[in-house]
């Protein structure tokens, strides 16, 4: 195990690092870091969501210097892509005088103009936009030291090759070329021949995982009730001694909060922590005075606890060894073992990935309504309510209440303090999806997707592939209508942002789909 100390990153940014909860590098930042700072190309190939971001993002960060002029250069595929990474540089970036700037098309080019111009070390485009700026003379690449081309699987699928080729060009001889990929199809591997010199290849591979017989579930969730999701699925699960996962350091701190403060017996265990403290959290759960262990996957690492009855996937692991790793904390010495997984839409793909490579058989089941778990919650209240009020020592309190009684009906007075302390704690970085008025059906939305008859496609194929894709029943499909070029289909609002992050991208039948929400006058204008 590396850690990011001993990749001799400097101060400042592994204070950032710590910062985003960056607990230890994933395998393939700890071995493309240390190659990458010594100048050489690298070709980095490990699958979507195993943090290859970081694994340039890191190094570039690091070897930048203050001197305002474009030192680095990221060609990514997508408009999103190219905010996400920009995104996620500014925060490895938070401590150094390094600029970052995301350019592509859809934004105004003047606003682009004018940011390029105050002076620039990082930009981050899509090919096509880096090229107008190239024409136009607004970026100059002559001092560019390194570039990457990353998912660059996906940008010669989606047909940059002329403009990356062009782009490169650009460039000085003497650069440093990394390019990322989750796949190596020929194309790229022509692609890192003609254009780089001598590349390092970091392979994450993922050998064999197996995984024992534990029952398997999975919730689909969104993120903005991910948390009232969790807690309705562990209010109706017999939780003797769970751990929960999350991503990072701050996920754990966060989560904890939220759950002590809804009143569940829970503590937080990461790498933070020292020894001491960790101690002290173990042998809280060990007596059982605590339900429920959160905990990153390093923290989780130590633990040996044998008769943990849930675990549970708050987020989703970044890999198929990571969640074999996890969930093999439970079903121990022949006990029965639940794992639990929650998925929003964006982890869908990377979930389906997990759950073919460990061939798992992982059942989808639906988070419990509300209703449901209503009725138990109140109970719980009123067994805690019962027992404060005969534990006594309320003197203070009803000294507080004072006047108030006057005032107020007392049976009200005591649910307003109910609703204080019950009071939801909601996450707020949810990313809502909101469709707009895409001109379909109450209850539904409409989609609109890039291909139609003239790609060999019919209704029954459509229905299978979005129905495995997203992982939705095909009675959640409603009308399709199928022209030459493109097609219309409605799916109900619930399964619509799993449709969304499942097929926006993608292939059927081979070819390369784009979908997106409709239009409402497309439904008259495209026909
Ligand atoms: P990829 O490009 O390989 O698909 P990303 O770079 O987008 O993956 O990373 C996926 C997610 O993992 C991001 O949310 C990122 O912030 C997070 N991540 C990356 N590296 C780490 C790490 N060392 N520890 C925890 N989370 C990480
Ligand atoms: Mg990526």
């Not at 960056?22 to 969501?49: H, L, M, W």
């Not at 934004?107 to 090229?131: D, E, F, M, N, Y």
């Not at 009803?398 to 005591?414: C, Q, V």
């Amino acid at each position: 195990m590396t850690t990011f100390l001993e990749l001799g990153l400097s101060k400042k940014v592994m204070q950032a690092i710590d910062e985003m909860g960056f607990e230890e590098p994933s395998p393939i930042q700890a071995q493309c870091i240390p190659v990458v700072v010594t100048g050489k190309d690298v070709v980095g190939q490990a699958q979507t969501g195993t943090g290859k971001t970081a694994a340039f993002g890191i190094p570039l960060v690091e070897m930048a210097a203050n001197a305002r002029h474009v030192q680095s250069l990221i060609l990514t595929p997508t408009r999103e892509l190219a905010i996400q990474v920009a995104g996620e540089l500014r925060k490895i970036a938070k401590y150094k005088r390094i600029r970052t700037l995301p350019i592509y098309g859809g934004q105004s080019i003047g606003h682009q103009i004018k940011a390029l111009q105050q002076g620039v070390q990082i930009v981050i485009g899509t090919p096509g936009r880096v090229l107008d700026h190239i024409r136009r003379g607004t970026l100059k690449l002559d001092k560019v030291r390194t570039i990457v081309l990353d998912e660059a699987d996906e940008m010669l699928d989606m047909g940059f090759i002329e403009d990356i080729e062009a782009i490169l060009q650009e460039t000085p001889k003497e650069r440093q070329t990394l390019l990322f990929s989750a796949t190596m199809p020929d194309l790229v591997k022509k692609l890192a021949k003609r254009y780089m010199k001598e590349p390092v290849a970091v392979t994450i591979n993922r050998g064999e995982v197996s995984v024992p017989l534990i029952e398997q579930v999975y919730y689909k969730v969104l993120e903005r009730n991910k948390l009232e999701s969790l807690c309705r699925i562990i209010d109706s699960e017999e939780i003797q001694l769970g751990i929960i996962f999350c991503r990072t350091k701050r996920g754990v701190d966060e989560l904890t909060e939220a759950l002590i403060a809804r009143g569940y017996m829970t503590d937080g265990l990461h790498g933070d922590l020292s020894q001491a403290q960790r101690d002290r959290v173990m042998k809280k759960f060990r007596n059982g005075e605590i339900e429920m262990l959160i905990a990153t996957d390093v923290a989780a690492r130590g633990i040996d606890v044998g008769n943990v009855s849930h675990v549970v996937n708050y987020d989703i692991p970044q890999d198929p060894e990571s969640y074999v790793h996890r969930i093999g904390r439970t079903g121990r010495a022949g006990k029965r073992g639940l794992a639990l997984t929650l998925v929003t839409p964006r982890e869908y793909k990377l979930f389906k990935t997990i759950e073919k490579e460990t061939k798992a058989n992982i059942v989808m089941r639906e988070v419990p309504t509300l209703a449901d778990v209503a009725e138990r919650q109140a109970e719980i209240w009123r067994d805690r309510l019962r027992a404060t009020v005969q534990e006594g020592g309320l003197a203070h309190y009803r000294a507080i209440l004072g006047n108030l009684l006057d005032e107020f009906d007392p049976i009200d007075l005591a649910a307003a303090a109910l609703k204080l302390t019950a009071g939801d704690a909601q996450s707020e970085d949810a990313e809502d999806y909101d469709f707009g008025d895409t001109g379909a059906a109450p209850g539904m939305v409409r989609f609109f997707i890039n291909i139609g008859r003239s790609a060999k496609i019919g209704p029954s194929d459509l229905i299978r592939t979005i129905s495995e894709e997203a992982g939705i029943p095909v009675r959640a499909i409603g009308k399709i209508d199928i022209f030459d070029k493109f097609t219309f289909l409605e799916v109900e609002e619930e399964s619509a942002p799993f449709v969304f992050e499942s097929l926006r991208q993608s292939r059927i039948n081979g070819s390369r789909v784009n979908l997106e929400p409709a239009r409402p006058r497309e439904r008259m204008s495209r026909r």
